[in-house]
């Protein structure tokens, strides 16, 4: 059972499958901070200086304080961390897109199918010709 497990994990499938999920996960990271920190501030500019990720609607404030250890934290809905979140999803949709049409692109077409020859009935007609003279 350990060899055939072994055998499983060496196979080319299984070592590509985790390279992609590694590559996922960097790409994922590189786009969040692409979105966070450049799209954003971008957007948030244009939009009179709002930085998104900070914006919410309070549902309870937060109350109490750390010294008394009673501190009871903000609940809220953080849309802002939402429309971030939506616009990676965008982003990350639009490159693999474009991986993936490179990919077909540099992909190399199928071979044309060869020729069709001539069928039976014709061969045995050639050779009835044939014998014919």
Known sequence: MLKEFKNFIMTGNVIEF?????????VGMVV???????IM???????????????KVILTPASGSAEAGNLVAENAIRWGAWVNT?????????VMFL?????????????????????????????RDLLKK
């Open 99 to 127: 991986i993936v049409k490179a990919y077909n692109k540099v992909k190399t077409p199928p071979a044309p199918p060869a020729p069709a020859g001539p069928t039976q009935e014709e061969l045995l007609a050639q050779i």
């Open 86 to 94: 939506i616009v990676n999803l965008l982003i990350v949709g639009f």
């Open 41 to 55: 501030p971008i957007v948030g500019h244009f939009a009179g200086g709002v930085d998104f990720a900070d914006l």
């Open 18 to 26: 985790a390279v992609a999920v590694i590559m996922a996960g960097a």
């Open 32 to 38: 969040n901070g692409f979105v966070s920190d450049i």
